[in-house]
């Protein structure tokens, strides 16, 4: 498989194991792209490359990718593994022991081929979609944020919304316990504004470290993925080092005292979010390669969920849920779950074991409202089985239970405003004792290409 160290090099992989598609076709940056990659995600967990747009008038000729990280296929392809290795990848990635630090590198990056300041600097011109059907206007999703704690020096990613207002100027959604907040906090106190850089079209590994919570620097994250340390280089108007394989990096800062309402966007919930008051992003510097690629993440969508709940909440779930009982064999957490649930495979040795683990998977992480615990036999990955599996082996009766007044994430539609409300644990897995049905049909799958002809 091709070595990946930018976002190039994870389309040549993703390309070599058909996970790539192409689109020729002219599309509408206004909703059309986004249900186009919405469709490709959902149906083939496939990333796709925009080449033309209807509104192209007076915008850059770039190209655009949308469905990096979608699904678990695409997640081990991202991070160099196998699908039933994902979670022990990320759990190690994400051991703060294990990170390797960035490193600087003196040489120019491509993303220095074209630089654009002043009154150069016109962000309708970039190929932004609006996504969603309510949307508030054209939004970078796919970014990842680069800033540095004004006090310690160390750095750090995110993901921030951000909605272009003016030709030089994003509302910038940020958090109130988001490391990026306490910086911007720090810098409000002293009467100074925050610099910040964005990267645009990069390697998975720091997309993927981006939506992880971390004490470092999440560039270790993504050098412990590739096992190798990211190259970053100064800015050109901020002083922040940003990783050198990147197609687009747009620089600038988050004046001190001025906010602005920005929304509403599809929110990972999977509803759309309110206006916001929130600080603005002055852009100082749109650097580009040459014939660049424009990276977008379609939110409330798969990969939305996967990068931000999926990946970095699974190890969690799963070390939680085995110090309870250590015949779990597999965890998931479904992205069309809104991040919300929990899949638990557990080769079970007592009836009482399923309730215990969904516990564990509830005190693991607050987000989590549902857990449904199944048996070995059953698809983790594959919701027509965790289907089958509620089905035939539930009964309402006898093999569920509710918490009532727990704690949940506040954006969950069925919470109150501080996020309290009612979680269950539903025990799918076969009960023999109570009726002995035997062995599940199966069929195993067959290569087609051994019996068809094209």
Known sequence: MTKINDLRSYLEVLSEHGRLSTVEKPVDLVHELADVAATLARQSGKGVIFKNFNNSGDQYPWQLFANAVVD????????????????????????????????????????????????????????????????????????????????????????????????????????????????????????????????IGIDPAISIAGGARYDGDELAIAGAIRD???????????????????????????????????????????????????PVFEVTAVCFRDNPIFQTIVPGWDEHIYIGNVLPREPLLLRFVKHVSQNVTGLHIPPYGNGFSAIVQIKKSNPGEPYNVAMGAFTAHVNIKQVIVVDPDVNIYDPADILWAITNRVDWSKDMFLVPGAQGHEMDPTADMRGVHTKIGIDATYKPERRNYGERIRYPMVNLKNYLSE
């Open 72 to 199: 678990s296929s695409t997640a081990a392809l991202a991070l160099e593994c196998e699908v039933s290795q994902i979670i022990d990848r990320m759990g190690a990635v994400l051991d703060i022991t294990k990170g390797i630090q960035p490193e600087k590198n003196l040489d120019k990056p491509k993303w220095m081929e074209n630089i654009l300041t002043g009154d150069d600097i016109d962000l309708n011109r970039l190929p932004i979609p609006t996504h969603g059907l309510h949307d508030g206007g054209p939004f970078i999703t796919g970014g990842v944020v680069v800033t540095k704690d004004p006090v310690t020096g160390r750095g750090n990613l995110s993901y921030n919304r951000m909605q272009v207002l003016g030709k030089h100027t994003f509302g910038f959604n940020v958090n109130e316990w988001r490391h990026v907040m306490q910086f911007y906090k720090i810098q409000q106190a002293k009467g100074e504004g925050l610099q910040v850089a964005v990267v």
């Open 228 to 278: 190798e340390a990211v190259a970053v280089h100064k800015g050109v108007t901020v002083d922040i080092d940003v990783p050198t394989h990147a197609e687009i990096v747009i620089e600038g800062y988050l004046p001190p005292n001025i906010r602005q309402k920005e929304g509403p966007l599809a929110e990972f919930h999977g509803y759309y979010g309110e206006l916001w008051e929130s």
